[in-house]
Nanobody, 124 residues
Framework: VQLVESGGGLVQAGGSLRLSCAAS????????MGWFRQAPGKEREIVAG????????SYADSAKGRFTISRDNAKNTVYLQMNSLKPEDTAVYYC??????????????????WGQGTLVTVSS
């Protein structure tokens, strides 16, 4: 499986970015997808997740109300719309794909493969 993120960059606080992650090598539509991030000196954390059929989404408290995860199974792509960005959102953002097909719940241990990441820098 290959995951390729894009859409990162430098943005001022309060601005928006839309990240994309294109998947190949697996039947994308069968698996949950997630967005993670890792800031310098910190551990990787999950930001948002979405089930294989878009039936359920979940967000970290820091992302609720500002970020929206979505997917287009026809395009093998998952998105993360980020609004009202803050300097503390600065991190490398990774998309990840789950192991178990048709999984009804979003569980961090299910995500076992990540892309190479895209850097998001939010200036104050």
């Amino acid at each position: 499986v290959q995951l390729v993120e894009s859409g990162g960059g430098l943005v001022q606080a309060g601005g928006s970015l839309r990240l994309s992650c294109a998947a190949s090598g697996r039947i994308f539509g069968l698996y949950n997808m997630g967005w993670f991030r890792q800031a310098p000196g910190k551990e990787r954390e999950i930001v948002a997740g979405i089930t294989w059929n878009s039936g359920s989404t979940s967000y970290a408290d820091s992302a609720k109300g500002r970020f929206t995860i979505s997917r287009d199974n026809a395009k093998n792509t998952v998105y993360l719309q980020m609004n009202s960005l803050k300097p503390e959102d600065t991190a490398v953002y990774y998309c990840a794909i789950g192991h178990q097909a048709f999984k009804a719940q979003i569980d961090v241990p299910d995500f076992g493969f990540w892309g190479q990441g895209t850097l998001v820098t939010v200036s104050s």
